[in-house]
């Protein structure tokens, strides 16, 4: 069992690959599933104290850590329409979608 481990991370460590030069960070989890986020990470994602961070799932076994906390100002133009949409017209639709829910 050991050797098929070992094996494992040889070729785990040979497939990941420095991005940009920089080294593989870790952090250890507590006994209360808490982790401190590595400074060096911290930076990258633009975060800091208070801040949410978002866990997507890849795949089985595998997540990406995302920054969930952006400007306002990021938003903008993320979604592009060519009809106005009324006050009321936004209500109505609210009200719809809260009866389904």
Not at 2 to 18: A, E, H, M, W
Not at 61 to 82: F, H, N, P, W
Request: aromatic share 4%; hydrophobic share 40%.
């Amino acid at each position: 069992m050991i050797g098929n481990c070992l094996s494992f991370y040889d070729t785990l460590l040979k497939v990941r690959q420095p991005v940009d030069g920089l080294n593989m960070t870790t952090a250890t989890l507590t006994s209360k599933g808490r982790i401190t986020i590595p400074a060096p990470v911290r930076t990258d994602l633009h975060v800091g104290p208070g801040d949410r961070l978002e866990f997507i799932k890849l795949t089985d076994g595998r997540y990406e850590v995302v920054a969930a906390s952006q400007d306002i100002s990021c938003l903008k133009g993320i979604i592009s329409s060519t009809r106005a949409v009324s006050i009321e017209e936004m209500d109505q639709a609210i009200r719809k979608k809260a009866r389904v829910s």
